[in-house]
């Protein structure tokens, strides 16, 4: 039984392993160049991260009240998570109507890195424990939050620079 643990373990880390690369390859390439974002679609990923978010909530156990100061506090955390990350990139208008550029710095990266491998950390670790599924189903909360922080910012930084 002990070794049939270990070899679930071995594809748990594996798996984690190999997330954490992707993770670190896709986000050096993404951010370490300026990039246009559209206006109209500067909603996409926070509508997506916030639909995942309710569907964990309303298919998972029903969340009870540790559950729930779980997400509050995750909400609270993805919220200083995206002002942060918000306020630490570069932002200005693009050279067509209705887009910015935004420009990532190292402190936007780093944010971005930390709370993506935690998160991914989280999701590979969490079976069969019902504490990591309360903080799991918090975590995506927190990116959610983070991600509807982080586009708000910049666009209101963008607004308040004088576009």
């Not at 609270?76 to 200005?92: H, K, N, Q, T, Y």
């Amino acid at each position: 039984m002990k070794q049939a643990y270990m070899a679930v373990d071995w594809i748990r880390s594996t798996v984690f392993v190999a997330l954490a690369a992707l993770t670190i390859v896709l986000a050096y390439l993404i951010q370490r160049r300026e990039r246009v974002q559209s206006l109209r679609t500067a909603w996409v990923w926070p509508a997506v991260y916030s639909l995942l978010a309710l569907r964990a909530v309303l298919t998972h156990r029903a969340p009870d009240g540790q559950t729930i100061d779980w997400m509050i506090v995750a909400g609270m955390a993805g919220l200083i998570l995206g002002v942060a990350r918000g306020l630490a990139f570069g932002v200005r208008s693009g050279e067509r109507p209705g887009t910015v550029i935004l420009r990532p710095t190292l402190i936007s990266g780093s944010i971005f890195l930390i709370a993506l491998m935690y998160n991914e950390y989280q999701h590979v670790f969490r079976w069969g424990d019902p504490s990591l599924e309360r903080i799991a189903r918090s975590l995506i909360v927190l990116t959610a939050v983070s991600s509807i922080a982080v586009n708000l910012t910049r666009l209101l930084k963008w607004r308040l620079s004088g576009r």
